[in-house]
């Protein structure tokens, strides 16, 4: 099977970094994905990696490490406008856009 | 360029009523996913269609539970008799192709409401 794991909630301060991990167990790798969703909203594609390693776009990068089926979030220079959950993805065993979900992180920015 | 659409918005039934959701892919998308998401957890993926043919229905209930996607015309997920447990946030997703994360887009969602 496939499963995702990452941490409920995480608060953090305007200007600040955080990073939300995401460890998975998957029977074949296709990628990790991240998404974002505000409250009542709908998800919004933010990052995917498919090779070890950082990707940056903008103030958010994502971290991947398949020998340790790790990846992070890293969201810099926060703002309050990033109070949101954030969830990791994977695509499934087949390879095809149908998504497996972690349960989300929620994060909480404060002044 | 539209993105994808979903109606309703919310939708409001009684137990053992009919409800419909509908979305409209993006344009020149032909890969619709529909995904449930109950309060506080992430999407679950129910089932994956193209024009007129169900991919995989692995995540759909058997029973009251059906999907479609016809040559002409929005998908459709249809539950019948709903039931209380049936409420939660439904959302589709559109791709042009079956692989590709970063090209699939999601509706804003329909959320039903049993009473």
């Known amino acids: 099977g496939q499963s995702l794991e990452q941490p409920s909630e995480v608060t953090a301060v305007e200007g600040a970094i955080v990073q939300i991990n995401c460890t998975y167990q998957?029977?074949?790798?296709?990628?990790l994905s991240w998404y974002q969703q505000h409250d009542g909203g709908a998800p919004t594609f933010l990052s995917y990696n498919a090779l070890d390693g950082l990707e940056e776009t903008g103030r958010f990068s994502s971290f991947l490490s398949r020998s340790d089926s790790y990846g992070y979030l890293l969201l810099q220079e926060l703002q309050m406008k990033d109070s949101a959950s954030y969830f990791c993805?994977?695509?499934?065993?087949?390879?095809?856009?149908?998504?497996?979900f972690g349960a989300g992180t929620r994060l909480a920015v404060h002044p | 360029n539209a993105g994808v659409m979903q109606n309703p918005r919310h939708l409001v039934r009684r137990r053992g009523q009919e409800a419909r959701l509908r979305c409209s892919p993006m344009?020149?998308?032909?890969?619709v996913y529909w995904y449930r998401q109950l309060p506080e957890e992430g999407l679950k993926f129910m089932v994956y269609l193209q024009k007129e043919n169900i991919i995989d229905e692995s995540g759909m209930p058997k029973e009251r539970f059906s999907a479609e996607f016809p040559k002409e015309g929005p998908s459709i997920l249809r539950i019948q008799q709903v039931v209380r447990g049936d409420s939660a946030a439904y959302f589709c997703?559109?791709?042009?192709?079956?692989?590709?994360?970063?090209?699939?887009?999601f509706g804003p969602g329909t959320r039903l409401t049993v009473l």
């Open positions: 993805a994977v695509p499934s065993s087949g390879g095809y856009n149908k998504l497996i």
């Open positions: 344009k020149g998308h032909s890969h």
């Open positions: 998957t029977s074949g790798f296709y990628g």
């Open positions: 997703a559109s791709s042009p192709r079956d692989r590709g994360i970063d090209e699939q887009f």
